[in-house]
């Protein structure tokens, strides 16, 4: 296993990079502390499809699904605010908030 600090990283990283391609794994030293580790991945772990990367996030827990059905476009265009010439955008809105029972 290689060590190696961080600007010496920074100076190196294509040729680092290379060597953990070869399989080498490469251990990054901060003021001779290890704080990361380096290693190539496998075919197995290679770029997730983004499907696979939310299903990975709602198995952990981090998120999850919207269960909520979205509007469709009738009902946005049916229900969009109308504006009339000279009307500000900000009364509207507070006049339909006044009106509804959100």
């Known amino acids: 296993m ?4 961080i600007s ?11 060597k953990v391609k070869k399989g080498e794994e490469v251990l990054i030293l901060d003021r001779e502390h290890p704080i990361a580790k380096i290693t190539a991945l496998s075919a197995k772990e290679g770029p997730m499809s983004e499907q696979n990367f939310l299903a990975t996030l709602e198995q952990k827990g981090i998120i999850q699904p919207n269960k909520k059905k979205l509007p469709s ?9 109308k504006l009339k010439k000279k ?3 900000v009364d509207q809105v507070l006049k339909e908030r006044e009106e509804s029972k959100w």
């Open 87 to 89: 009307v500000s955008l």
């Open 8 to 18: 010496t990283l920074k100076n190196r990283l294509s040729a680092v990079l290379k």
């Open 2 to 5: 290689i060590q190696i600090n």
């Open 73 to 81: 476009v009738e009902w946005l265009k049916a229900n969009s605010l």
